[in-house]
């Protein structure tokens, strides 16, 4: 009966042909734009000068969409044309969000937090990483940098950590497919349409094994609709160092030695040294061949002399330098360094479809002399639309060539980065004036006078690290209408790297005259200390090759119901994923059995020339099928859920099946109540809740031991073929056919099991003044059960190490996000602000029975660890050994404190407060933008202090040279502790920084607190007066890190630094981490 | 109206239909999951069962018997050392200034051996003989871990399964729970059959009734120690089991030793002479300079005329003395100082030692001494000094001439009035360096040999001039096993607190 009734309807409709033109924002005709009738079958497409002609009745509704641009609806009345303008996705991100699998939905049905960040905002500074770019823009999430150097690691964490030993890092899916974590770093960010960022688990439950730390969807470009556009960038950034720890220049070098030391009557002593003591005051004077710096000051006129020797040659001519420091000696062996990169991309999108072509190259030199990374991309990616078939695919190749400076070399066994030998210098070298050093004698290895590490700048030329890594990516999307209410889809993605990593250090061998007082007679020392050929005349020739790829092939396959009923609306997902991952490593040294530290692998194989090889190969599957299903009622309310099963091949068959499940619902609650929606105000209430794992069955492991980090390149194992630990062939097994094994002292739990989090979110977002103020606020609470832990079992168990499900922890916090549209107007001038702010606190519940402190980084003298009751992760030092009530206890005749005997907890590493301030101003053409990056509640262990005390070159140990009394130290007298007022260090006063401060780590611990400007950029966009061929045309003075403001206890380095790259073990920096650097530069962008 | 819709479904293209369902046909399988299973980066124990494990487990036990207890060999007189250098912790050990790390090493090594062999008994085929060795075999670990330390970890240990940190038993209960596990070990022996794990027996290659000869042997061993401060009762009974089973105990010629193909090739070579022996070349290896005879046992061995001396040491080249424990080179000159002797030594193929025949006729002989069983203890004992003979490389008859015309009652018990004198001291004897757990124990059990005549360890100071009753629970076991280790109280004494037979 309706039907007949709405049969009788059309017929008395009046239809009418109505024309018109899809435009977009900048006036510029959209082909192939579709324009279709509110339901109605079929449609038409735009023209190239993006026309159409369609026949409608009054009343009706037309909807205008295309590809990259947002669609449109249009309701018909009695006009006769009609003037479509679309907006692109980029400027309505707010309008539809990428959830897992590449599902668009409409942001109001989300339960859980996202985060969309453009193109613009990610490259507004031009960072050659795009996650850098990420930095201070969401709430709730943490990027950190693990040093300034040309191929940085970084950890992306999001909402804190849950995982004591496994990993915590986010989830990266490229165009729906998930992708190592390294391979960020191969991307142009120029390539990348938008970044979505899914948060928590709740809303990543979907993606399976990988979910519970959150996604980030990386979406790149596929071009839009419209004519052709090409796009050129050109970037030019400098790159300084910015931040040297602080260093001593009033004292000269001197490790202690005294009179009797050497003997200036010894014919074979101390060239240009004159003599150890000064006859008068009896005072240490310089001496050239040391690292330490306990000498005279260089003021002092105890020392007669205005010279001191630095080098000598094979003839005996000594090089000296005057007797004074050299302002930035040190600094001055970094270079400005110095980057560019060129980016070239074509687009294209017709009525069939859209394709974008790039290409870019980037170089970019270091601050560390030689070391650069040079970045080749190509990529192609299209979309292709056939009426109900539709797909989209592309390929990206990139190759990266990153050849950077290999570890040092100190009597030939002693591995040390550049950094720490450029730190061990003293203040009267200029570091800049030693830079020719195959034919500058003094610059040299036997020349150069410093006995205990070499001029830094020969490591640079004879100790290479080298890597050359091919990566490719290639992603296939087909979808099909099947039905007008279900689509299906299937997807293949694949991706393979490969790197090729040769270290070396050169070898050399020594001219007899500068053998050390250590090597047989008879001695030719010139310096009489030994210069590092001491006891090692020969450097040999050490060579390593690190090879490694890893492949990954991700099917999905879903189909997609779409139904309306009365009020309600689903969508309905369902489908099966296959992932297969594999994983090679091939290791070989020249030296393995003699120099280099052996690899624990079962396949390593020793040659009998000394050199060995390993290949390691490793194997991961994944199976599953999932199901996720929307319910929408009157466009308001919103009730989500997701189920996943996912089977594991490197679980035990029992385990290896297990579920996730996520349920979160949405409530625009402004839209209901229309008393607030005529008023202005957006109310949106969300919540959610999910049940998600981890499988955390094993880290990376690493191969390489001469690369430029000190612990090899990371090669993904995936964890697999851990549950079967490997049997230890006996002694001299097998005999003939005799087997003879021993079973692994590592073994793991029967029936080992996932990680479980039961996380929980809510959440709400306050529009006001037609979202010109936009509030967004978002709390959650991660509970982690049953993690993986390597405990240490008693040796009575048969074991040494066991794997086993223990702990508990749980993490909570809140996500704030104002976004002030504009914060300010006034006629043409705009300023927007976005100010993010999270507050993250975790704690750990419980640990391995029968232990309460678990190591994640294990020392003698500082740990990292997870403590049960404690946030996690906890830093743990040596400290002095103190009275009950804190003070230094010294002892009564010494003076001298000595070190406690266990470690002391001195706080978490992890930032518990992150804010973010974003500031776009704008005026006519000009923009300037910047974003403040502000962290604070961590705490954070400079290692390097020690050694820079150790040695008397940091500014601190230019204090305290003379003996004193401890400040607030107490002595025991009688059993009990009393104020020491007078008992002065004893001792010589050099021993305070090198045997007693630099002992203990404690003082090396500061407030990792930081403010930074991470990016300013000032751009303007030329104007054009309709020119045909150049459409856009900006140019930009760019800057990142210009700022960085710390406690002043601080006098080391960035504290956001790691020496565990993108471990867990958060917290400490090292000699591995050059100084922070700022870059600032100019780009141009040009459109035609 | 309807065909509407069914016109819809007509233009499905079916073109790309196959498409889709051509990346929807990458098949799902199980197999693809087993991937797993099969590591080829190294064995799995997944992929072993019981026979590639138990060849190298009684490697190991043999070679904790025989290279683990150095110190033992330094204690009781067998060994002392050359040099003015000392390895680690050595000065200690030989001033008994007993270290929590001197265990460390045992302590690991046996559990971990134990966890080998129950894996055998887990994962071997049917009828295999392994099962039933292995039990006998854990059970010869176990009495080592209580005759070292005492109350250990024995109900719950060497299964991480079932504890990751195991409680301690009181050592009284271990010995009983072993006699029990031998038994248990002992019926599936007997209802084995040959298998193809024989060829990985490379102990008795299979033969049954030698493995139940060693088996009955052990239970001896370990019964006589129960005697006298044991459970009276249960070492009758016990007793009367073996009595009543009739396979007997380890004969004449029945050495108990391992040799899975040694030879003098790197990486080939006998434990034992691996680490006290010699390279491949023939350059003596740093132990086998390091340690030379004790002054105790050459002065002992050239007071009773033993022919065995030249055996036991190397004292070619006119090399005939040793050093006190602890003391260094300086009396002697090195060249006279005897090294480990080329009984001990006898090649780099030589099998492993696990018990040699003429401990087992020694523990008859006390055995029948104290009436436990029937037998001639006299005989049983000439046996027994014939069998050490043997074993290092002399005739019978000479072994006869030293028994029959000495006059000392350290070897002829028709010479005193303590016959367990002459066995414990012959066995003493018999037993240097090849198990001086065993000697130290028999030391600690009887008090032979007695500390005055000959005093053992000499060069230490006289008022620490105490034998260790026992060693130091590990450090490790304090760091991680904490309170079930704290809860042994006064484990932290070596000099006062006995293993439950200890004198």
Known sequence: ?1088 | MLTNNNHTMNKINNKYLIILVSLLSVTACKKQLDTNLTNPNGVTSAQITGKDVFANAIQVTSGNITNSYAFANEWMGYWARTTSYSQSGQEQQENFALQNSLGDGIWQSHYHNIYDYNFVVSNSATGSILPGASAVMKALVFENLVDVFGDIPYSAAGNPNVSTLPKYDAATDVYKGLIADINAGIVKIKASSATGDDASDIVFKGDKTKWVQFANTLKLRILLRMVPNGDQAFVKAALADIATDGTGYLVAGEDVTANPGYANLEGKQNPFWSSYGFEVNGGAKNNNTYYIANKTMIDYLNATSDPRIGYLYDTTNGRNSGNYLGAVSTANPVSSLAHIGPGILKSASQPAVIMLASQSIFLQAEAAQRGLISGNYSSLLQTAIEESFRYLGLTTAAADAYYTTSKDDRVNPANGSYPLKAIIYQKWVALAETDALETWSEYRRTGFPDRTNPSISVGVSPANDVLPKRLLYPQSEYNLNSKNVNAEGQASDGFTVKIFWGQ
């Open chain 1, 1 to 1088: 009966m309706v039907m007949v009734v709405g049969l009788f309807a059309a017929a008395i409709a009046q239809t009418k042909p109505i024309s018109g033109k899809v435009i977009d924002k900048e006036g510029k005709p959209i082909e192939g734009a579709s324009v279709k009738v509110k339901g109605k079958q079929g449609g038409v497409a735009a023209n190239s000068d993006g026309t159409f002609t369609v026949t409608v009745k009054s009343g009706d509704v037309l909807i205008v969409s295309s590809i990259g641009h947002a669609t449109k609806q249009i309701k018909i009345s009695n006009q006769t044309s009609v003037s479509v303008v679309l907006e692109s996705d980029d400027a309505t991100m707010g309008e539809v969000v990428v959830t897992a699998l590449g599902i668009k939905k409409n942001p109001k049905q989300l339960g859980y937090a996202t985060a969309v960040v453009t193109s613009k905002e990610l490259t507004q500074a031009s960072v050659p990483n795009f996650v850098t770019g990420l930095a201070g823009k969401v709430a709730g999430v943490d990027i950190r940098l693990a040093d300034n150097g040309i191929n940085p690691a970084v950890k992306i964490t999001f909402r804190g950590s849950r995982s004591i030993l496994g990993d915590n890092s986010a989830l990266v899916v490229v165009d729906g497919n998930p992708v190592d974590q390294s391979y960020v770093a191969t991307l142009n960010p120029d390539d990348i349409d938008n970044v979505t960022i899914l948060k928590g688990s709740n809303a990543a439950a979907l993606y399976g094994k990988d979910a519970a730390n959150g996604v980030m969807i990386i979406t790149t470009k596929h071009g839009k609709s419209g004519p052709w556009s090409v796009n050129y960038k050109n970037s030019t950034m400098a790159e300084t160092v910015s931040y040297m720890p602080g260093l001593q220049t009033e004292y000269s070098p001197n490790g202690g030695e005294g009179a009797g030391f050497n003997n200036p009557s010894n014919t074979n002593g101390c060239l240009g040294c004159v003599s150890y003591i000064d006859p008068a005051t009896g005072t240490a004077l310089p001496v050239p061949f040391e690292n330490q710096n306990f000498g005279t000051a260089y003021n002092s006129k105890d020392f007669p002399y205005s010279q001191i020797a630095v080098g000598i040659d094979t003839n005996g001519n000594i090089k000296y330098v005057p007797f004074a420091p050299v302002k930035n000696g040190r600094r001055n062996f970094f270079n400005t360094g110095l980057s560019e990169q060129n980016d070239l991309s074509i687009s294209k999108g017709g009525k069939l479809g859209s394709f974008n072509i790039s290409g870019s190259n980037v170089i970019n030199h270091g601050v560390i002399p030689t070391e650069k990374n040079i970045r080749n991309t190509i990529s192609a990616n299209g979309t292709l639309n056939l009426d109900k078939f539709t797909a989209s695919g592309g390929i990206t190749y990139s190759s990266q060539n990153i050849d950077q400076v290999g570890l040092g070399f100190s009597g030939g066994t002693q591995y040390r980065p550049v950094y720490w030998d450029v730190i061990n210098q003293s203040a009267n070298v200029n570091l800049a004036d030693f830079r020719n050093v195959d034919t500058d004698p003094y610059a040299g290895l036997q020349g150069w006078a410093n006995a205990y590490y070499p001029n830094p700048n020969y490591q640079v030329y004879h100790s290479k690290s080298q890597q050359t890594k091919h990566n490719t990516i290639a992603n296939l999307t087909l979808n099909y209408q099947l039905l007008s209410w279900l689509k299906v889809t299937a997807r293949v993605g694949y991706n393979k790297s490969t790197r090729n990593a040769p270290a070396y250090i050169d070898s050399f061998r020594y001219a007899k005259y500068s053998y050390g007082i250590f090597a047989a007679k008879p001695t030719y020392d010139p310096f009489g200390a030994g210069n590092i050929a001491s006891g090692y005349p020969f450097l040999p020739y050490q060579s390593e090759l690190v090879k490694t790829d890893f492949d990954d092939l991700n099917t999905d396959e879903f189909f997609t119901i779409n139904k309306k009923k009365n009020d309600f609306e689903y969508t309905l997902v369902g489908g099966a994923n296959l992932r297969s991952e594999n994983s090679h490593a091939y290791w070989y040294s020249n030296q393995a059995t003699s120099v280099i530290a052996l690899p624990n692998s079962s396949t390593k194989v020793n040659n009998a020339d000394g050199s060995a090889y390993m290949n390691e190969n490793y194997k991961y599957r994944t199976q599953a099928v999932y199901s996720d299903l929307l319910i929408g009622y009157q466009g308001w309310a919103f009730l989500h859920g997701s189920f996943r099963n996912d089977w594991l091949s490197i679980l035990d068959p029992k385990t290896r099946s297990y579920n996730y499940y996520g349920a979160d619902a949405s409530l625009i609650l402004s839209d209901k109540l229309s008393s607030l929606k005529d008023d202005g105000v957006y109310l949106k209430v969300r919540g959610g809740y999910s049940i998600t794992g981890n499988v955390s069955l094993s880290s990376n492991s690493g191969v390489g031991y001469l690369g430029n980090n000190g612990s090899g390149f990371s090669i993904p194992n995936y964890g697999a073929y851990v549950i079967y630990p490997t049997a230890i062939p006996g002694s001299g097994f097998p005999y003939g056919n005799t087997n003879g094994y021993s079973l692994n002292t590592g073994a793991v739990q029967t029936g080992l099991s996932p990680e479980r989090d039961y996380s929980s979110e809510l959440g709400f977002e306050l529009g006001l003044l037609k979202s010109r103020i936009l509030l967004e606020v978002t709390g959650y609470n991660t509970v982690a059960k049953n993690q993986t832990l390597a405990s240490s079992p008693s040796a009575a168990s048969g074991i040494s190490s066991f794997l086993l499900n223990a702990g508990k922890m749980t993490s909570r916090g809140i996500e704030t996000s104002l976004k002030l549209t504009p914060f300010i107007k006034l006629g043409k001038f705009d300023w927007n602000l976005t100010v993010n702010y999270t507050k993250q606190d975790n704690k750990v519940n419980y640990m391995v029975p029968g232990t309460d402190t678990f190591p994640i980084l294990n020392g003698t003298t500082f740990e990292i660890a997870a403590i049960s009751g404690s946030a996690y992760p906890q830093l743990l030092v040596k400290d002095f050994k103190r009275d009950p009530q804190g003070q230094i206890i010294v002892d009564g005749t010494t003076g001298l404190p000595t070190p406690a005997t266990s470690l002391k907890v001195a706080g978490n590493t992890q930032y518990t407060d992150l804010l973010g301030i974003t500031s776009n101003m704008t005026f006519k053409g000009f923009s300037l933008s910047m974003v403040w990056d502000y962290r604070s509640g961590a705490k954070i262990l400079n290692y390097v202090g020690a050694a820079l005390d150790f040695a008397g070159i940091s500014s601190s140990s230019g204090e305290n040279r003379e003996h004193f009394v401890v400040p607030n130290s107490v002595i025991s007298v009688n059993g009990k502790y009393v104020p020491n007022t007078n008992i002065a260090t004893t001792g010589p006063p050099s021993q305070w920084w090198y045997a007693t401060y630099s002992n203990v780590m404690s003082p090396y611990v500061v407030n990792a607190a930081f403010w930074k400007l991470r990016e300013l950029s000032l751009a303007y966009q030329i104007p054009l007066k309709s020119n045909p061929y150049l459409k856009r045309l900006s140019v930009a003075l760019v800057g990142q890190n210009l700022l960085m403001f710390r406690p002043s206890t601080n006098q080391w380095t960035d504290p956001e630094f790691s020496a565990q790259g993108s471990g867990n073990a958060v917290g400490y920096t090292s000699e591995f981490q050059t100084p922070p650097t700022r870059r600032f530069g100019i780009t141009l962008n040009a459109g035609f």
